[in-house]
């Protein structure tokens, strides 16, 4: 589940916000190793917590506090479910991603790669781990939905389902 868990992180990171936001500030807002309740947070007070699964429809997303949903103090909270499902291709896999990922940290971004590989760390994702994963590939394009949550004005908060479109962060 951690696996799965990271894999949809770093997903979220090389495939969503690097283009978005560049792999320096995509890494910088990536908390989801410092344990906080969100996995990214972003300026302007934006949250974004990823949730991974590959379980067949229903999907149920387990969180592990509802505080993972909590609006306050965010302008905006985003809930990114990523819907993946296990493929025997090495350019899907964990390490591949890593790679793909420390790659976009070039000579200019070297403290970015530092960083990013702290994280990993702090994740107790190590080099022997790239040895198990390397052959088990994830494809994540079988299913993406966002939710945004936004505290109104009376302070309850509403989910908006944003199916089928991808918002900009």
């Known amino acids: 589940n951690q696996c799965k868990g990271l894999y949809g ?9 690097t283009p ?3 792999i320096r500030a995509a890494v910088e807002y990536w908390y989801g190793p410092g344990k906080k309740q969100q ?3 972003l300026p302007n007070s934006i949250g974004i917590e990823i949730k991974t699964t590959s379980s067949k429809s229903p999907v149920l997303l387990r969180i592990s506090s509802e505080d993972q ?8 909270l985003y809930l990114h479910h990523n819907e993946i499902h296990e493929v025997q291709d090495k350019e899907k896999s964990l390490p591949r991603l890593i790679d793909l990922i420390l ?27 790239r040895e198990w994963d390397r052959d088990r590939g994830k494809d994540s ?3 993406k939905r ?6 109104d004005s009376n ?14 962060v």
């Open 39 to 41: 996995d990214f947070m």
């Open 20 to 22: 978005l936001i560049g």
């Open 103 to 129: 790659a976009e940290c070039s000579d200019e971004e070297y403290v970015t790669g530092m960083e990013f590989q702290r994280k990993l760390l702090e994740l107790n994702y190590r080099e022997k781990d």
């Open 141 to 143: 394009e079988k299913g």
């Open 69 to 76: 949903l909590d609006s306050s103090g965010f302008s905006k």
């Open 146 to 151: 966002r939710y945004k949550r936004e505290n």
């Open 155 to 168: 302070r309850t908060a509403r989910l908006h389902i944003l199916l089928g479109r991808e918002d900009k």
């Open 9 to 17: 992180e770093l997903h979220f990171i090389y495939y969503t916000l």
